[in-house]
């Protein structure tokens, strides 16, 4: 769905990456090798179907806009793909081929989403998805340059103490101030399903993390039912009135200028994803929207989200998707990254490596 030809500009541009669920980057190759390395059997009798499953725009919003028979919704799709992660390995491997994807894109440095709740619950012991992730950031820093601080995620549409619990378990591999932790995960978040389940919600988790030393994101998902009233909690009443360091999405917040006016004026950044709103907005009510949050001053930066889900449209064809359609100059593009090194929690040598590396782009517009 207009996936375009990344420019020359945008391949070489050096990146951040703020806003990507991992499990979202399971290729249907790796996920296929998955399957077969664990045994488990998938609905697809050949590569290709598994492939061509991959092609359907699906439904996000099933509570707001119904169900399509025999067509799988959003998550349901993204939890069938995680059936196959059963192992240490495959933790290990699935964020190893992103980081990999993550080298070959000029990334120098992500922070991606994860959960235990959904491994977890399949049985699937919490220590297989957190070292096998811990072993890749290690991994990938070493011998490809990439850097990664990980961000722990509430399933928000799960019950709020099992969240708690999820936490708990994990919270030896957190950083901050978490004594012997091993620096997996430096931030909390929300994810999944966000129907009816406000922010506040998880108000004891996001004060748990900060007390730890950690910092807190969230998901105010675009087009999704009190969409307002969740950003005004993320921007105004979370962590104790504080507010959310970051918000994920949060596109909606362009429609009401106290929602703006907030995020200008409490410094709070938007992760934006433009290919996973144009499946579903139409490019001339959407790429606008954007370019007036940026003119009203709001920091944002642009993210891949779940891209095998999506087309296959990663950061750098999200990125030349707000080149294109917004008309931004090469100086605004390089500030965008600039937004997200200023925006990310990685460490002050590794920001300032990055913002060096802008400093010297040319930002010359063609003739």
């Known amino acids: ?54 092609a359907v725009t699906l439904n996000h919003r099933p509570e707001l806009n119904g169900r399509q028979p025999g067509i799988p919704t959003f998550l349901e799709a993204y939890f069938a793909g ?8 495959d933790f290990y491997d699935l964020a190893m081929a992103y980081l990999h994807r993550c080298a070959e894109m000029n990334v120098r440095y992500a922070e991606p989403f994860f959960d235990i709740q959904a491994h977890t619950r399949r049985g699937v012991p919490a220590t297989a ?13 070493a011998q490809l340059g990439v850097h990664s601080r990980w961000i722990l995620c509430f399933l928000r549409d799960e019950p709020v103490q099992q969240g708690l619990d999820a936490y708990r378990e994990a919270r030896p591999w957190a950083a901050g101030s978490v004594e012997g932790g091993k620096g997996l995960f430096h931030a909390v978040g929300l994810a999944s399903n966000a129907y009816e389940r406000p922010p506040m919600l998880f108000e004891e988790g996001f004060q748990m993390a900060r007390a730890d030393g950690l910092h807190v994101t ?49 410094r709070i950044g938007l992760t934006l994803c433009p290919h996973a709103y144009h499946r579903r907005t139409a490019t001339e009510v959407l790429f606008p929207k954007i370019r007036r949050l940026v003119e009203r001053g709001v920091k944002i930066c642009f993210n891949s989200d779940d891209p095998t889900l999506m087309h296959d449209v990663w950061v750098d064809g999200n990125m030349q998707k707000a080149y294109t359609y917004c008309g931004f100059s090469k100086s605004e593009m390089v500030q ?30 063609d003739e």
């Open 1 to 54: 769905m207009n996936v375009l030809e990344i420019s020359p500009f945008i391949a070489g541009l050096p990146k951040v990456e703020l806003h990507v669920h991992i499990e979202g980057t399971l290729t249907p190759a790796l996920r296929w090798d998955l399957a077969h390395r664990n045994a488990i059997s998938l609905p697809y009798p050949t590569f290709e179907d598994l492939k061509a499953s991959y």
């Open 82 to 89: 995680c059936e196959v992660l059963r192992t240490e390995a």
């Open 129 to 141: 998805v957190l070292n096998g992730y811990l072993r890749a950031q290690r991994d990938a820093a």
């Open 218 to 266: 969230m998901h105010c998902d675009f087009g999704q039912k009190d969409t307002h009233e969740h950003i005004a909690e993320a921007i105004f009443r979370v962590c104790g009135g504080l507010g959310s360091e970051r918000i994920d999405h949060g596109l909606d917040a362009e429609d009401s200028e106290e929602l703006w006016r907030g995020l200008v004026d409490r």
């Open 336 to 365: 965008f990254v600039r937004n997200a090194v200023d925006m990310c929690w990685a460490e002050e040598n590794i920001k300032k490596a990055i913002y060096e590396e802008l400093d010297v782009l040319d930002v010359q517009e």
